[in-house]
T-cell receptor, first 113, second 111 residues
Framework: DSGVTQTPKHLITATGQRVTLRCSPR?????VYWYQQSLDQGLQFLIQ???????AKGNILERFSAQQFPDLHSELNLSSLELGDSALYFC????????????FGPGTRLLVL | EDKVVQSPLSLVVHEGDTVTLNCSYE??????LLWYKQEKKAPTFLFML????IEKKSGRLSSILDKKELFSILNITATQTGDSAVYLC???????????FGQGTRLTINP
């Protein structure tokens, strides 16, 4: 158990819908990262927040957005969902903003039908 | 474009064998290289390498980085069935502030 929690564990929804994935980092970690893992694309970095501010951006679609709240939990919002958005979404956290030694949560498996 | 390539993509060996997994990279501003093990769920951190030639070791696992030739290897000796997993290599790129992952090596250890 890494200490990073993610909810929900599984999510099934339809195309065109909007969902919110939630992540609570390890106690004391200020940085939160979001990743998408699909079978054909491997693990892709989406976005990083550090202490409430966006720190780095990866391959995140415009339909996706994220934020980190004052209590340091983070939410990833996915809208206008498409079949290709079906994937495992991981959240990770670290103490520092430099992306090293990240601890991953268990992931949220999203299935878009 | 920043790129991390792992080889082989898949490897099947017998318990007790020694394996070497490779990770090569081409990135604009290298900061560090990370190795992760991913079983059924989330990746778990194994090693972080920042300096060339210094071996990191944890039990039967070891890793080394060559910053001149732009690659790293992960060695696992006396493999056990519990070592079966996907091993991911990732490079931290400064400037762009991102982590670039390789496609992973799926290691299967047969009893």
């Amino acid at each position: 158990d890494s200490g990073v929690t993610q909810t929900p564990k599984h999510l099934i929804t339809a195309t065109g819908q909007r969902v919110t994935l939630r992540c609570s980092p390890r106690s004391g970690d200020l940085s939160v990262y979001w990743y998408q893992q699909s079978l054909d694309q491997g693990l892709q970095f989406l976005i990083q927040y550090y202490n409430g501010e966006e720190r780095a951006k990866g391959n995140i679609l415009e339909r996706f957005s994220a934020q980190q709240f004052p209590d340091l939990h983070s939410e990833l919002n996915l809208s206008s969902l498409e079949l290709g958005d079906s994937a495992l979404y991981f959240c990770a956290s670290s103490v520092d903003p430099l992306q090293e030694t990240q601890y991953f949560g268990p992931g949220t498996r999203l299935l878009v039908l | 474009e920043d790129k991390v390539v792992q080889s082989p993509l898949s490897l099947v060996v017998h318990e007790g064998d020694t394996v070497t997994l490779n990770c090569s990279y081409e990135v604009t501003n290298f900061r560090s290289l990370l190795w992760y093990k991913q079983e059924k769920k989330a990746p778990t951190f194994l090693f972080m390498l920042t300096s060339s030639g210094i071996e990191k070791k944890s039990g039967r696992l070891s890793s080394i980085l060559d910053k001149k030739e732009l690659f790293s290897i992960l060695n696992i000796t006396a493999t056990q069935t519990g070592d079966s997993a996907v091993y991911l290599c990732a490079v931290v790129v400064t400037g762009a502030q991102k982590l670039v992952f390789g496609q992973g090596t799926r290691l299967t250890i047969n009893p």
